[in-house]
């Protein structure tokens, strides 16, 4: 493994699954996801598909799947992650409109089907590649594109120092903050336009379109 590379199935056991998947059924999504979810259905869900990077226990595309999607593609590193997002889908009456994929989605990314739309929330905190995963996921999304990702402030760079110093101890991979900026470039050379953009204190939320005829 890189040394940089962060080991998902340790950094996201049982333990933190468990929490998120409650969290998920006892409040809903969070704001942040709320405003991409909000964003995604104003542009056009109905009958679309899409590949969920690092779907954690499912939330947003069982949401989207509620409001009109169609099927879904679920790739994500953490074994904990997968096992919770079926028992979700089998609770919530979706299993037959989802396909799980386990692994790396940068290793996995030849093998993964085009989707309508690809979404990756929280997840280039946890990668330290960023180009090479925004830049496989991009080539993936036929129509819309969305981000939930880190603000690059100095106080979101100085958290992540901190964190980083003490994660050893916490059994925890390290985070990253990349340049919003630069997440823009890349995502922009794929011929993706901004839809929306939105941040928190802590978050960025951006949403990009494939104009008619781009390639």
Do not use: K
């Amino acid at each position: 493994m890189d040394c940089c590379q962060p080991d998902l199935e340790t950094e996201f056991d049982e333990q933190v699954v468990a929490r998120d998947l409650e969290d998920y059924r006892s409040r809903g999504l969070p704001a942040v996801t709320r405003r991409l979810f909000d964003a995604l259905v104003a542009a056009g869900v109905e009958g679309r598909t899409l590949l969920d990077i690092g779907g954690g226990v499912g939330a947003i595309h069982h949401e989207l799947l509620r409001a009109g999607l169609a099927t879904v593609t679920d790739v994500d590193g953490s074994t904990a992650y997968l096992s919770a997002a079926r028992r979700e889908a089998e609770r919530q009456g979706d299993i037959d409109r989802i396909r799980y994929r386990h692994g790396d989605f940068v290793q996995l990314a030849d093998e993964v089907e085009p989707a309508d739309i690809v979404t990756l929330i929280a997840v280039l905190c946890c990668y330290p590649h960023m180009e090479s995963l925004v830049r496989l996921s991009t080539a993936r999304a036929r129509h819309l594109y969305g981000l939930v990702f880190p603000r690059s402030t100095w106080w979101m760079r100085a958290a992540a120092a901190a964190f980083n110093a003490v994660s050893p101890l916490l059994g925890s991979g390290p985070g990253f903050v990349h340049a919003e900026g630069d997440v823009d470039a890349v995502v922009r050379e794929a011929h993706l336009v901004p839809l929306m953009q939105a941040t928190s204190s802590y978050w960025r939320v951006a949403v990009y379109r494939r104009p008619e005829g781009a390639t």
